[in-house]
């Protein structure tokens, strides 16, 4: 079985966010389920410079304003087809924003292309690669549906996946004719969405299956609370909404392997933490104080992940004697919050700014806790790392941090099952309460390792999720082959 996974970002090429990480590994995972993945990215600068060689499968000439080209290529062990189009992505940095911040102008376009591209593959115009089914991964990927709808090839399997339903892709409306649309989808009970143009809305109305990244967000989202305007579609295409849950790469989150540590570790050698823990301090600028627990973050700083949350806790964090190391990249507001939040407490709360795989990898094995305060998370990845490498995540209870960690209640700790802390509501007295509950545990050294051993024997990687995608993949290819018989 053949799939194509429409994607605007895919690790390690090319990452702002989970989407990539997920965008990333899931191919891998499929193969070992019998299903050959390649992946349509946009050939922005680092995706190109990442091949080391390429075939022309075919040339466009006019793709929104210029001529195309797309490549066949290898590259980290993914099969790539790269949408190599100048005039749209040949574009340094973030690859939706300009230096200043800004939206690309020609976002709309920039990533109708993506779609109208995956369209034409999905239909079989290209010699040698007829997909079984074609995933499409957020609103980049979106318009992809909505070409096929709007064409009368034959229509293979489609599913639409939601890595985070806020970024929506809301373009004007009046641009509806230069994308090469009908008018006729400019409705309700198409891809209007107040007016506008939604490209994730688009995919939703149109994909045979839709996913999102965890069971509890696919339920949250088809409420008014946590709808962002498309709970009603939503709800209406509940019976083939589904929450798969996002694992990590366990080869690249390895404590036995992993070189960002200063020394491996596993579940019969965690006292080996303290060692990272040790060049972690140093290197952020901690003290070195004994029996001190040292909580982490490790996030984008925008609000949905509630920073300020911590930011309104750190004075309990630090009379519960604990310390905070922050490594996080975002808006400047926040910065400015955390820069201060760092100045007021030397050598007991450390912020890093900016992007850094590297050490986003020592804090994972330096620190004693994760703190993820999100007010919604898909999925959230940076609780699978905590988990797997012994660091107890205390998390909110949304989304998936509620489906992924198993909270340290009475009940779950004489079961034997707890993994971390949950909290909720996501607000400050909240967190401060699982704070509490964590100096609590941490006074019982036998008790945080047993949590630890438990964390450690989470099962984070991909390999379940992948199942339940190949089996969703079946399903929806074998529909649409019955449709076109
Ligand atoms: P989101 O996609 O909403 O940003 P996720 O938890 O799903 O959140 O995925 C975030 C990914 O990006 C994780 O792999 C996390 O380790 C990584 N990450 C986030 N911020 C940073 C940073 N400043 N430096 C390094 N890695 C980061």
């Not at 649309?181 to 143009?197: D, H």
């Not at 099962?459 to 018989?485: E, P, T």
């Amino acid at each position: 079985m053949q799939a194509l996974s429409v994607a605007s970002e895919i690790f390690p090429l090319i990452k702002t966010g989970g989407l990539a990480d997920v965008a990333g590994a899931l191919p891998r995972a499929l193969a070992r389920e019998g299903i050959a993945v390649r992946s349509l990215v946009p050939g922005y600068p680092a995706v190109l410079a990442a091949l080391a060689g390429s075939e022309e499968m075919r040339g466009f000439e006019d793709v929104f304003g210029g001529p195309a080209r797309l490549l066949s290529a290898e590259a980290a062990g993914l099969s790539l087809l790269v949408l190599d189009a100048p005039h749209l992505y040949r574009r340094e940095g973030n690859p939706y924003l300009d230096a200043t911040g800004l939206s690309w102008p020609d976002n709309a376009f920039r990533f109708a292309a993506l779609g109208r591209v995956a369209a034409d593959i999905a239909e079989g115009k290209l010699p040698g690669f007829v997909p079984d089914v074609v995933h499409a991964h957020d609103w980049q990927a979106g318009l992809t549906f909505a070409y096929l709808q709007a064409g009368s090839g034959p229509r293979c399997g489609t599913v639409m996946t939601i890595h985070n339903l806020a970024f929506q892709g809301l373009f004007p409306g009046e641009i509806l004719g230069r994308l090469g649309l009908p008018a006729s989808m400019m409705t309700l009970e198409g891809l209007e969405f107040y007016g506008q143009i939604g490209f994730l809305k688009a995919g939703l109305r149109y994909a045979d299956a839709i996913t999102t990244v965890s069971p509890t967000y696919a339920v949250e989202i088809r409420t008014p609370e946590n709808g962002m305007g498309l709970d009603g579609l939503l709800r209406a295409r509940a019976s083939v909404l589904s929450g798969i849950c996002n694992g990590i790469d366990t080869e690249i989150w390895n404590t036995r392997s992993d070189p960002q540590l200063v020394v491996p570790y596993d579940a019969d050698t965690l006292e080996r933490k303290t060692i990272n823990k040790a060049a972690l301090r140093e290197r952020l600028g901690l003290a070195e104080v004994a029996d001190t627990p040292l909580f982490g973050l490790i996030t984008r700083l925008t609000s949905q992940k509630g920073i300020d949350l911590v930011i309104a806790t750190i004075p309990d964090l630090m009379a519960g004697g604990a310390q905070l190391a922050l490594l996080g990249s975002g808006e400047a507001a926040i910065e400015v919050a955390l820069a201060r939040a760092a100045s007021e407490n030397p050598g007991r709360v450390a912020v890093v700014f900016g992007y850094d795989e590297g050490l986003a990898h020592l804090m994972q094995g330096g620190c004693d806790a994760l703190i993820v305060p999100s007010r919604f998370e898909p999925c959230g990845l940076t609780q699978l790392a905590a988990l797997r490498y012994g660091t107890l995540p205390v998390v909110s209870r949304v989304g998936g941090l509620a489906d992924t960690v198993i909270d340290a209640n009475e009940a779950a700790i004489s079961a034997g099952v707890a993994t971390g802390f949950q909290f909720g509501p996501p607000n400050a007295d909240s967190l401060r309460q699982a704070f509490d509950r964590a100096f609590v545990l941490w006074q019982d050294k036998a008790a945080w390792l047993r949590l630890q051993r438990n964390a450690l024997a989470s099962d984070v990687g991909w390999d379940r999720s992948a199942r339940i995608y190949a089996s969703l993949f079946r399903s929806v290819a074998s529909q649409a082959a019955s449709r076109r018989a």
